[in-house]
Nanobody, 121 residues
């Protein structure tokens, strides 16, 4: 079984920072690309950032220059450093790992449960 767990959400003031973490776990599982998404109330889920297993990162324009993504493959953990937060960054943040179980040929998506980020004064 593959599990994906986010942590690090909470309340921040405008201009503040938060660090989100996402850890994948499972027996005989290979983790590939990891992505952060967010979903604000009443809006569709949107992609925020991705990072491949080799560390190639992509940040969406909406947060470029303020957010950074990184990962530690030894820990199967990816991070989203969020700086200069704005009220419009308020959303539930989800991480998604592409992973393949040993013995299976298909790479599947595994989602975390989400972590709330609220930016407010």
């Amino acid at each position: 079984q593959v599990q994906v767990v986010e942590s690090g959400g909470g309340l921040a003031e405008p201009g503040g920072s938060l660090l989100l973490s996402c850890t994948g776990s499972g027996t005989r599982v290979t983790f590939y690309t990891m992505a952060w998404y967010r979903q604000a109330p009443g809006k569709q889920r949107e992609l925020v950032a991705t990072i491949t297993g080799s560390g190639r990162a992509n940040i969406e324009d909406s947060v470029k220059g303020r957010f950074a993504i990184s990962r530690d493959n030894a820990k199967n953990t990816a991070y989203l450093q969020m700086d200069d937060l704005k009220p419009e960054d308020t959303a539930v943040y989800y991480c998604k790992y592409d992973a393949r179980k040993q013995g299976e040929s298909q790479i599947r998506d595994y989602w975390g449960q989400g972590t709330q980020v609220t930016v407010s004064s």
